[in-house]
């Protein structure tokens, strides 16, 4: 797709003009160039440098006339110089380097840019209340100018019905995208158990933390555990060697062996059954 094809070079080509032809005596523009993996972009610097490209299935090279722009949003914020390039071909194209900043450090832009999405999608900025506007000039907009358009995109879309008014539209979903990040960066308490790096906890191990600290709620009642804990506590398949069943351990415990008096019933399947309870052979779902 960049250096095109000739007709027949492979199996069912027809033959392909590519990007770099046919950008001949403009402007080769190519977009998040960071993404581009080492050995595409060892090809995409002999090209840059020599103005020499191969089609696939002609050995004889062409020739390029026309300027080359990049663009990648992998960015050393303190350096301000692009990351995830190689350096020899990062230094090619860096005869003119314009650095865009983000969209919440130029906030004179915001306006302008709201203007001209909503007169695109035929609606005004005099739709918008002060309100609004102000959240719009305070919001963080961790997406930029993309983020932008799908706010005020999906806005008019759903105004469109006539249920509900643009500006209230916009400021539910900046809302809602401000309670999420607050939920994402909100600190874990103080016993919730790791799950990452070293200090991963297996189920098992969260098990019984859950147990120890119910059990201290409840006073060591262990007969109120599946109650208070509020969960299924149906044993997982790999705690024991056939399916659904229960380790002598769990299954001579006393909260298995006081469930009768409190009247728990199991499926059968669980695999256990204690001859101390007042539970049956066949116990009951």
């Known amino acids: 797709r960049l250096f095109g094809a000739v007709k027949g070079s492979y199996t069912d080509s027809v033959g ?17 160039i960071g993404e581009l993996p080492d050995a595409a972009q060892a090809k995409l610097l002999v090209f840059s440098e020599s103005r020499r490209f191969y089609p696939v299935g002609l050995e004889t090279p062409r020739s390029f006339r026309g300027r080359i722009m990049a663009a990648t949003n ?43 999405f909503l007169n695109r999608d035929g609606r005004s900025l005099n739709d918008l209340s002060a309100t609004t506007v102000e959240l719009m000039l305070t919001y963080p907009w961790p997406g930029n100018v993309r983020e932008l358009q799908r706010v005020l995109s999906r806005s008019v879309l759903e105004s469109s019905a006539g249920r509900r008014d643009l500006a209230d539209l916009v400021e539910t979903h900046l809302t809602r995208e401000i309670e999420g990040m607050t939920t994402a960066t909100r600190p874990l308490p103080a016993n919730a158990p790791a799950v990452f790096g070293a200090g991963r906890q297996t189920d098992r191990q969260t098990d019984r933390q859950t147990d120890r600290q119910t ?71």
Not at 16 to 21: D, E, L, R
Not at 91 to 97: F, G
């Open 215 to 285: 059990e201290r709620q409840t006073d060591g009642k262990r007969v109120r555990w599946a109650g208070r804990a509020g969960a299924d506590r149906r044993p997982r398949p790999q705690e024991s060697g056939r399916p659904g069943g229960l380790p002598p351990s769990r299954a001579s415990s006393p909260c298995i062996r006081n469930a009768g008096a409190i009247g728990l019933r199991w499926p059968a399947s669980w695999g256990f059954r204690d001859s101390s309870s007042t539970v049956g052979s066949r116990p009951q779902a």
């Open 74 to 116: 992998r960015v050393d914020p303190d350096k301000r110089i692009p990351t995830g390039l190689r350096l020899d071909l990062r230094q090619r194209l860096s005869e003119t380097v314009l650095y865009l900043p983000p969209l919440r450090e130029r906030k004179e832009d915001i306006v302008p840019l709201t203007a001209w």
């Open 16 to 32: 392909a003009t590519g990007f770099v032809a046919a950008a001949a005596g403009g402007t080769l523009y190519l977009d998040e």
